[in-house]
């Protein structure tokens, strides 16, 4: 069977965003009263995500490729 390059593609970035996410996550440590969230996807691997704190503040900005489990902030 042929897989729908479309479809497929769009799990592919949901799983790619909770990775990158995950990423965040682990290296801030303590994540209670912050919002974690994919702000963009770069189309290049990478995606941006910013953690916010509860009054929606940005307190870092993360480049995370999830492939390769690399970030910078």
Known sequence: PVEEPEENSEVQDD???EK???I???DIGNTEGLSI???NNNG???YVVCVRD???TA???YTVWPK???FTK
């Open 68 to 70: 390769s489990g690399k």
């Open 15 to 17: 799983n790619d965003e």
């Open 20 to 22: 990158a996410i995950s």
């Open 37 to 39: 969230k994919v702000e």
């Open 54 to 56: 509860e009054n929606s």
């Open 59 to 61: 307190l870092a900005w």
């Open 24 to 26: 965040v996550k682990k």
């Open 44 to 46: 290049n691997g990478s």
